[in-house]
């Protein structure tokens, strides 16, 4: 019986350590978002549950390196990890391979509540100074009128600094990515970076930022991969977002982004 037993634990030894490694570690590049008090932003609920969720779907584990939206295309692109929340554009499908949609986002226009922004149309920001993310893309539409006829205002990797220029009225408005419909941002806006108004009067002082009811655009987000980065496992999010689709997974987790 001692030799069965010396032959089962020898086994059993060999069998440990492979089985650990089955877990495979990906690399996840996503933007590094900043608080009025020049802290790092967590990932919000449904980010979170979304990761969870496909984490142990995929069988892999997440190692989130967070950074400048610019940098962190910058190291997808030269195949560094996957890129998580990027619109897909003409240029960007020259050196990405993009996932099926993972969510919707509004773009809004942050705005001073005490100045009037009309907006119906891409045109309609003609001649206006706008907030934009260095890199970023804010649909075909949107984007070919900001490059031609609108003086831009690039966010220098600080959110909260592009909000305090907003305040200081060199922007007539900021375009901000959210899931939330406009009452939802505005509310976390005034929550968050209240303390950015102190030197402003009235009710300026309490309620600085609007949002304007019609949302700029909306437009999909997907993970985005360089060619050849992993192809294998860019295939398995595929079939876990078709999977969590059909169940309704997806929907439930981003319950308030949706296309429309």
């Not at 031609?148 to 305040?167: G, P």
């Not at 860019?234 to 079939?239: C, D, G, W």
Request: hydrophobic share 40%; aromatic share 12%; with cysteine.
């Amino acid at each position: 019986m001692l030799i069965p037993l010396i032959a089962f634990i020898a086994l059993l030894i060999q069998v440990t350590p492979a089985a650990s490694q089955e877990t495979q570690t990906i690399t996840v590049l996503t933007n590094k978002n900043i608080d009025g008090s020049d802290r790092m932003m967590p990932f919000n609920k449904e980010t979170t549950e979304f990761f969870q969720y496909l984490e142990k779907e995929t069988n892999v584990r997440f190692e989130f390196k967070r950074h400048p939206w610019r940098q962190a295309l910058f190291l997808a692109k030269n195949g560094h990890g996957f890129l998580y929340g990027a619109s897909i554009t003409k240029k960007r499908l020259l050196y990405f391979k993009f996932s099926h949609p993972i969510y919707f986002d509004y773009v809004w226009i942050v705005k001073r509540c005490d100045t009037k922004v009309d907006y119906d149309k891409p045109e309609d920001l003609a001649g206006k100074t706008i907030g934009v993310k260095r890199e970023a893309s804010y649909g075909e539409e949107l984007d070919s009128v900001l490059n031609d006829r609108v003086t831009l205002a690039y966010e220098m990797n600080d959110f909260a600094i592009s909000l305090k220029d907003l305040l200081k009225k060199r922007e007539d408005g900021h375009l901000v990515y959210s899931e939330s419909k406009a009452d939802a941002l505005m509310d976390m806006l005034n929550h968050q970076y209240a303390d950015l108004a102190s030197l402003e009067t009235g009710s300026m002082r309490t309620k600085p930022f609007c949002v304007v009811p019609k949302p700029a655009t909306v437009i999909s987000n997907h993970f985005a991969v360089a060619p050849g980065y992993n192809d294998a496992y860019l295939e398995k999010i595929n079939a876990a977002l078709i999977k969590a689709k059909a169940s309704g997974e997806l929907a439930r987790i981003f319950l308030k982004s949706s296309p429309r």
